[in-house]
């Protein structure tokens, strides 16, 4: 179990939800920019031959986020983390050093996230319907649901 965390990172773990919840609603309001927009003229040539590549690129970082996710910071990768890269350090030098490690790997998985619904807000803009944005959209906000941050038990995982 965790015990009492260093006010120095109890204060940074506060902000991590604010900036999980801004990438969050920054990605839910991209269908309604595309709404706002008038599409490109003529795009039905680019539209077809760009559509698949976009989804193609949309599955590829759904992918590699779920990768970042339920692999590498899982239980057993962040076991690993600790003991390896934090063994013999005291307890607050393990906790902030496990945090900044979580952190990056969240925010690499949030901004994989977010580029899946800015593909979402791109194709819709080629193509000129923003319904193709939206399943975009609305798979970036799954996967942005499956990564809310929870740090106390990336520190239960790694036995701090």
Known sequence: MVTQLPNSLNNRLKRVPLIWGTLTVFSMLLPLMTLLTPPATNSSERS?????????????????????????????KLKQFALTKLKGLAKEEA???????????????????????NLGAVAAQISGSATIGTGFTAVALVLNLFMYPKFH???????L
């Open 48 to 76: 077809s031959v760009l559509l698949p590549v976009f989804l193609g690129m949309g599955v590829m970082m759904m992918a590699t986020s779920l990768f970042v996710r339920f692999v590498i910071l899982s239980e057993n």
């Open 95 to 117: 906790l902030e050093r496990l945090f900044k490690h979580w952190m990056v790997l969240n925010i690499i998985a949030w901004a994989l996230n977010d580029s899946v619904a």
């Open 153 to 159: 038990k990336a520190a239960k995982y790694a036995a």
